[in-house]
């Protein structure tokens, strides 16, 4: 242990019991670490604190000693958002991980940030209600985290992102101040909502202590459509017709590439008797059988007028699941490539221009670079995945992608688009964040961080620099 370390460990004792200090080599490299794998985890040590007063203590600390700090969730973030390489505490909320209070007539749960967003799901659904933002990684994800980062996902078309559900939090500042942020307020008009100042701020303001979450009714029924389009302005077309008839839920689409590695991946049937260019998967609400003859007949109408070429109907939830696995299962199958990421979003009517445009760029790089795309159509938001080749070397395939992201990056600056849709921006976006914000709002930004911590504890090294 380094001298700074046992100086750190042995103050943090005053104020945690020791047990909850780990400094094993194999909790240092699991707690350091998130799903981004982009560096080597280094942290001092992990602590993992049970109470609001605790964390207080954590951060004077910090502040008297000038060490840094890394808010550590589930780690399921995919920019290194919840890496420590530089000798960090990892702070561990998986110690506050308890639902404290619920409203049902206010339809609000106060939770702690450690609780497992799947778990809050499931508390949700016993009360008769709905947490409705998903993603793949609810399982392991916890609510602070999905705050910190302000997660999306699939529903994001019908129920926004994270920031829409959080009626109040409270977070203890870089000063170590504790603050609580809105209390579940509907309606509040006395000025600045510093409550969205922290929601996806990625810790670098401070920690997130205690949530209060929105819930509402649970969707009726849902239904899937699958479908393979020839072409991408059919993509938009489809949103447009069934966004007008129907509730839509999810709006999802995938590429040719995508659906080869899905049904190689997951050993998967095709469900069709080709291999489309485009793939959109669509998920509504049915209330009653109307809802449905409306889906068919707009299904019908699309393969007719030879917009969709083939295409699928789910009968039930069952069927409807498995259809949702051609899609969910993308990422788990292209893992093994180590695809380099990128999260972009532009305005939805403009995903056809921005895809031709993609396509474009991309061609003029190396044809052994496969691409992967697939994401949240319905609210603009694209997955682009870059395949390492078997026989690149990973630092080649590193530097040629950095040259890409560059390309593309510009690509998304000419559509005022955003190179973060969800994934944040942590420590692999950072030096691009100049493409999405002018200077003036990053001077801005700055001077958030400046105000809420002055000196720099707070996961320094993400998101922006003082
Ligand atoms: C998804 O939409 O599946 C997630 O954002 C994960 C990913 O992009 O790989
Ligand atoms: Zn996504």
């Known amino acids: 242990m380094s001298w700074t370390t046992k100086k750190i460990v042995d103050q943090l004792t005053n104020v945690v019991e020791p047990s909850r200090i780990k400094i094993d080599t194999n909790d240092l490299q699991f707690y350091g670490n998130d799903w981004s794998n982009i560096g080597e985890p280094n942290p001092s040590a992990i602590v993992f604190p049970t109470s609001v007063k605790e964390v207080q203590a954590i951060v004077n600390l910090a502040n008297k000693l000038n060490f840094p700090l890394v808010p550590s969730g589930g ?24 639902i404290l209070d619920f409203n049902k007539s206010d339809a609000l749960v106060t939770c702690q940030p450690g609780v497992v967003t ?70 509040n008009a006395t000025g600045f909502d510093f409550r969205h100042l922290f929601i996806g701020s990625e ?4 920690l997130i202590v205690e949530l209060t979450v929105e819930l509402t009714r649970p969707p009726k029924h849902l239904n899937v ?27 999802e689409f995938f590429s040719d590439t995508a659906m080869r590695k899905v049904l190689e991946g997951k050993s ?58 051609f899609r969910e299962g993308i990422t788990e199958s292209i893992a093994s490539y180590k695809p380099f990421k990128s999260d972009i979003s532009c305005r939805v009517s403009q995903t056809p221009a921005f895809l031709s445009s993609l396509e474009k760029t991309l061609s003029g ?32 395939f590193r530097e040629v992608c950095k040259i890409i992201s560059k390309s593309i990056f510009n690509l998304v600056k000419s559509f005022g688009g955003s190179i973060s849709a969800e994934h944040g921006i942590g420590l692999t976006k950072k030096p691009y964040l100049n493409y999405s914000r002018d200077e003036a709002e990053l001077n801005y930004m700055r001077g958030v961080k400046r105000l809420f911590d002055p000196k720099n504890i707070m996961n320094p090294g993400k998101l922006i620099d003082l």
């Open 75 to 98: 780690r399921t973030g995919l920019s290194g958002g919840a890496l420590a390489k530089d000798k960090e505490l990892v702070v561990s909320f998986d110690r506050m991980n308890k």
């Open 365 to 396: 790089f190396d044809p052994k670079i496969e691409t992967v795309l697939f994401g949240h159509l319905g609210d603009g938001n694209i997955h682009i995945n870059l395949l390492k080749p078997i026989h690149m070397d990973s630092e080649e």
């Open 268 to 325: 998967l049937r095709n469900p069709f008797d080709h291999i489309y260019p485009f793939y959109v998967l669509v998920e509504f609400e049915s209330y009653t059988e109307v809802q449905v003859n409306v889906a068919s007949e707009l299904f019908e109408m699309f393969i007719d007028s030879g917009y969709a070429a083939e295409g699928v109907l789910s009968q039930n939830l069952r069927q409807a699941g498995e259809l949702w696995e």
């Open 203 to 206: 810790g670098t303001l401070g």
């Open 225 to 251: 459509m699958l479908m393979g389009l020839k072409n991408i302005e059919h993509t938009t077309q489809a949103l447009a017709l069934f966004k007008e008839k129907l509730d839509l839920t999810a709006f």
């Open 118 to 187: 799947g778990v809050l799901k499931d508390f949700a659904k016993l009360k008769g209600l709905f947490y409705p933002v998903d993603f793949a990684s609810v399982g392991s994800s916890q609510v602070g985290g999905n705050a910190a980062t302000n997660a999306g996902g699939v529903n994001v078309l019908r129920y926004g992102m994270t920031r829409d559900w959080i009626g109040g939090i409270k977070v203890v500042t870089g000063t170590g101040e504790l603050l609580d942020l809105n209390r579940g307020l509907k309606k």
